[in-house]
């Protein structure tokens, strides 16, 4: 079946725009998981959901960001007044059940440029 | 807070030795442990993963871990390794109680013919 997507794959913006990042999560999957990966480090938790319910937000850098997942598939992470600083690729997962969130499945991400 | 080390940041192996990727955590409760594999240009890819039981897990291609609690330690290996497995290798953390994943900042295993 379909894996977890990411839109767009790359994305280029200049210095104060506003971004929108897009995930799709595996059908059916319960929870859904941002993170963001800078060059040369490993993922680093941003937040999460279970269903349109946003559980975890800790990992939000400032309140620039911000995420939401209102029908409970479909997600996506804002970014407001972009810096050069966001630059990063933007990963997302998600797994089948709350129970099963060890199980996560993650998506090609979205390599974000602030220029 | 949970953490992850990853002592070597580059791996280089010849084709056919055995490789060791090292990985260490630091957590006072129960742990799952996991192991990553990052291709060029694509996503995350579960290797294994260690939630109880046997201390030795098998994963896909060949490799295995084994996790250590007393030295708090879930090392991948494998015994003869291809071409193919050159990639980037992370090993995460989580716990009981959160759903959050904990990564170590990666090591890059380049297998040379």
């Known amino acids: 079946g379909a894996g977890v997507s990411q839109s767009p794959r790359y994305k280029v913006t200049k210095r104060g725009q506003d971004v929108a990042l897009r995930c799709d999560p595996i059908?059916?999957?319960?929870?859904l998981y941002w993170y963001r990966q800078a060059l040369g480090q490993g993922p680093e938790f941003l937040t999460y959901?279970?269903?349109?319910?946003?559980?975890?937000k800790s990992g939000l850098p400032n309140d620039r960001f911000s995420a939401e997942r209102p029908e409970g598939s479909i997600s996506t992470l804002t970014i407001q007044r972009t810096e050069q600083r966001d630059s990063a690729m933007y990963r997302c997962?998600?797994?089948?059940?709350?129970?099963?969130?060890?199980?996560?499945?993650f998506g090609p991400g979205t390599r974000l440029t602030v220029t | 807070a949970q953490s992850v080390t990853q002592l070597d940041s580059q791996v280089p192996v010849f084709e056919e030795a055995p490789v060791e990727l090292r990985c260490n955590y630091s957590?006072?409760?129960?742990?799952?442990l996991f192991w990553y594999v990052q291709y060029p240009n694509q996503g995350l890819q579960l290797l294994l993963k260690?939630?109880?039981?046997?201390?030795l897990v098998k994963g896909i291609n060949g490799f295995e871990a084994e996790f250590n609690k007393s030295q708090t330690s879930f090392h991948l290996r494998k015994p003869s390794v291809h071409i193919s497995d050159t990639a980037e290798y992370f090993c995460?953390?989580?716990?009981?109680?959160?759903?959050?994943?904990?990564f170590g900042t990666g090591t890059r295993l380049q297998v040379f013919p």
């Open positions: 959901f279970n269903y349109e319910a946003q559980q975890d």
């Open positions: 957590s006072s409760v129960s742990v799952y």
């Open positions: 059908s059916g999957h319960v929870s």
């Open positions: 260690y939630l109880s039981g046997s201390t």
């Open positions: 997962a998600s797994s089948a059940t709350r129970e099963s969130s060890y199980e996560q499945y």
């Open positions: 995460a953390v989580s716990d009981s109680d959160t759903d959050k994943l904990i």
